[in-house]
């Protein structure tokens, strides 16, 4: 059975920092493209930051870059993104996403698997 389990959202100031994490299971996780998407109230889910299968590379939205940081533990099948600097408009549910195509893509639609999300609110 397959599970991607977040954790790691809450409430922060501006300025602040979050990691979030992401433990799979039920799947070769280091062959699999893994990455983070967010929705925000109103707004349509984005990819947020994502790394291709076996540790490839990494793709983050401008409006990151710079401040979050995606990365994965192999023998934990744990996914991260460190979250630095975090602006009100970071706020959203970010759901972590598994996709058996080794490159990741920017459409929701080449995801397998979603967490259930975990919210994130910053203020300002």
């Known amino acids: 059975q397959v599970q991607l389990v977040e954790s790691g959202g809450g409430s922060v100031r501006a300025g602040g920092s979050l990691t979030l994490s992401c433990v799979a299971s039920?799947?070769?996780?280091?062959?699999?493209?893994m990455g983070w998407f967010r929705q925000a109230p109103g707004k349509e889910r984005e990819r947020v930051a994502t790394?291709?299968?076996?540790?490839?590379?990494?793709y983050y939205a401008d409006s990151v870059k710079g401040r979050f940081t995606i990365s994965q533990d192999n023998d934990k099948n744990t996914l991260n993104l460190q979250m630095n600097s975090l602006k009100p408009e970071d706020t959203a549910l970010y759901y972590c996403?598994?996709?058996?195509?080794?490159?990741?893509?920017?459409?929701?639609?080449?995801?397998?698997?979603w967490g259930q999300g975990t919210q994130v609110t910053v203020s300002s």
């Open positions: 790394i291709n299968a076996n540790g490839g590379t990494t």
């Open positions: 039920g799947f070769p996780f280091r062959r699999y493209c």
């Open positions: 996403v598994a996709s058996n195509w080794p490159v990741c893509y920017a459409r929701t639609t080449s995801y397998n698997y």
